[in-house]
């Protein structure tokens, strides 16, 4: 019986010295879309793609031209030029496309390659964030997947961190 009761003494002893987890989560969706630096690399990259577009549509009214005369020239030539006018325009016009998906492929993947390293930085911050601020836990929670489908309201620590992330991105902007 006194065996029975000092483990029972030192189970409640040891049940009420445990403290609870500190577990906090994070919306990642927002947190991701509202950092700064991912605005900041949006904007590069629309004014990029915008550039690109312009410099694509002049490409491609150039070679309308071309084709343009081409055809002229093609309706006045023998059989045999017309030929080689035609060989010509589509070798001009494959070049076009092979040039104009060099680029496309070059911007999409500087961009994800970008987005990557941004998703990484955050995943380090929230790291260092979740250890420097003494928590067990901190979960994601997506819009339409993740682990997590709810959490109260006072667990959610997504404003607190996208306020740190972008204060240390904005002094490392500096």
Same mark, same amino acid.
């Given at each position: 019986m006194k065996k029975l009761i000092v483990l029972g003494m030192?189970?409640?002893a040891f049940y009420s010295c445990e403290k609870p987890a500190k577990v906090g989560f994070v919306d990642?969706? $927002?947190l991701i879309n509202e950092y700064q630096e991912k605005k900041d690399l949006e904007a590069v990259f629309k004014s990029r793609i915008e550039d690109f577009n312009k410099r694509k549509d002049s490409m491609q009214q150039m070679f309308n031209l071309e084709l343009k005369q081409a055809q002229q020239k093609a309706a006045k030539s023998s059989p045999k030029q017309q030929q080689e006018l035609s060989m010509q325009i589509q070798q001009l016009? $494959?070049?076009l496309d092979q040039q104009i998906n060099i680029e496309q492929n070059r911007i999409s993947e500087e961009s994800k390659t970008q987005n990557d390293s941004?998703?990484?930085?955050?995943?380090k911050?929230?790291?260092n964030y979740g250890e420097t601020n003494g928590y067990d836990f901190i979960m994601g929670k997506n819009e339409f997947t993740g682990n997590l489908y709810y959490g109260k309201e006072a667990h959610n620590i997504t404003k607190t961190l996208l306020e740190a992330l972008n204060k240390e991105y904005a002094a490392k902007k500096k």
């Amino acid at each position: 019986m006194k065996k029975l009761i000092v483990l029972g003494m030192a189970v409640l002893a040891f049940y009420s010295c445990e403290k609870p987890a500190k577990v906090g989560f994070v919306d990642n969706t $927002e947190l991701i879309n509202e950092y700064q630096e991912k605005k900041d690399l949006e904007a590069v990259f629309k004014s990029r793609i915008e550039d690109f577009n312009k410099r694509k549509d002049s490409m491609q009214q150039m070679f309308n031209l071309e084709l343009k005369q081409a055809q002229q020239k093609a309706a006045k030539s023998s059989p045999k030029q017309q030929q080689e006018l035609s060989m010509q325009i589509q070798q001009l016009g $494959e070049r076009l496309d092979q040039q104009i998906n060099i680029e496309q492929n070059r911007i999409s993947e500087e961009s994800k390659t970008q987005n990557d390293s941004i998703i990484n930085k955050i995943k380090k911050f929230i790291e260092n964030y979740g250890e420097t601020n003494g928590y067990d836990f901190i979960m994601g929670k997506n819009e339409f997947t993740g682990n997590l489908y709810y959490g109260k309201e006072a667990h959610n620590i997504t404003k607190t961190l996208l306020e740190a992330l972008n204060k240390e991105y904005a002094a490392k902007k500096k």
